[in-house]
T-cell receptor
Framework: GAVVSQHPSWVICKSGTSVKIECRSLDFQATTMFWYRQFPKQSLMLMAT?????????EQGVEKDKFLINHASLTLSTLTVTSAHPEDSSFYICSAPPQGLSGANVLTFGAGSRLTVL | AQTVTQSQPEMSVQEAETVTLSCTYDTSENNYYLFWYKQPPSRQMILVIRQEAYKQQNATENRFSVNFQKAAKSFSLKISDSQLGDTAMYFCAFIPNYGGATNKLIFGTGTLLAVQP
């Protein structure tokens, strides 16, 4: 089945530093990946759509310069939280549609990355 | 605006009993996908069941079934014979553009289900 690997699962960093989160599709190609943010006991909010070979599409209110997204290959998308601050602490989840495998609009989710900014 | 509403923030059910989680949505699209996702304490999102809007028959997956009322824009989830492992946050979601170029999921606020022994 389609598997999305997300790394790291947990990261702690100091305020002002940058953190990179990777999302890999292990057994399928993904021209599109989605990045979500989830605060404790809240829903998943779509941050941006990552597009292979082109610029990401950001949702309204999401700072492009703060959350840098790179989709350099058909199996890898990265989210970099730049100059992280405590308010950026959250759970970040990526997902990808396994097009060509199931033939249906079913997203596969990574296990998520918990970011804590001190 | 395309939105998903889950009016029950928390629910509790006894083991082996049946519980129904509510979900309503708003869209002007005619063709779309509806989903229920489960998020256990591990935070991994797990697909429970999905429904294509063009299908009148309600989807079922073992102990899980839905009541899809397209005209009312309602999509409730019924869990039969509840098990302790069903304890999780449940999110209703939909993709408002079936067959389109995007798989952009819109999530509801979630219902925290606790199955009591």
């Amino acid at each position: 089945g389609a598997v999305v690997s997300q790394h790291p699962s947990w990261v702690i960093c100091k305020s002002g530093t940058s953190v990179k989160i990777e999302c890999r599709s292990l057994d399928f190609q993904a021209t599109t990946m989605f990045w979500y943010r989830q605060f404790p006991k809240q829903s998943l909010m779509l941050m941006a759509t990552s597009n292979e070979g082109s610029k990401a599409t950001y949702e309204q209110g999401v700072e492009k310069d703060k959350f840098l997204i790179n989709h350099a290959s058909l199996t890898l998308s990265t989210l970099t939280v730049t100059s992280a601050h405590p308010e950026d602490s959250s759970f970040y989840i990526c997902s990808a549609p396994p097009q060509g495998l199931s033939g249906a609009n079913v997203l596969t989710f990574g296990a998520g990355s918990r970011l804590t900014v001190l | 605006a395309q939105t998903v509403t889950q009016s029950q923030p928390e629910m509790s059910v006894q083991e082996a009993e049946t519980v129904t989680l509510s979900c309503t949505y708003d869209t002007s699209e005619n063709n779309y996908y509806l989903f229920w996702y489960k998020q256990p304490p591990s935070r991994q999102m797990i697909l429970v069941i999905r429904q294509e809007a063009y299908k009148q028959q309600n989807a079922t997956e073992n102990r899980f079934s839905v009541n899809f009322q397209k005209a009312a824009k309602s999509f409730s989830l019924k869990i039969s014979d509840s098990q302790l492992g069903d304890t999780a946050m449940y999110f209703c979601a939909f993709i408002p553009n079936y067959g389109g170029a995007t798989n952009k999921l819109i999530f509801g606020t979630g219902t925290l289900l606790a199955v009591q022994p």
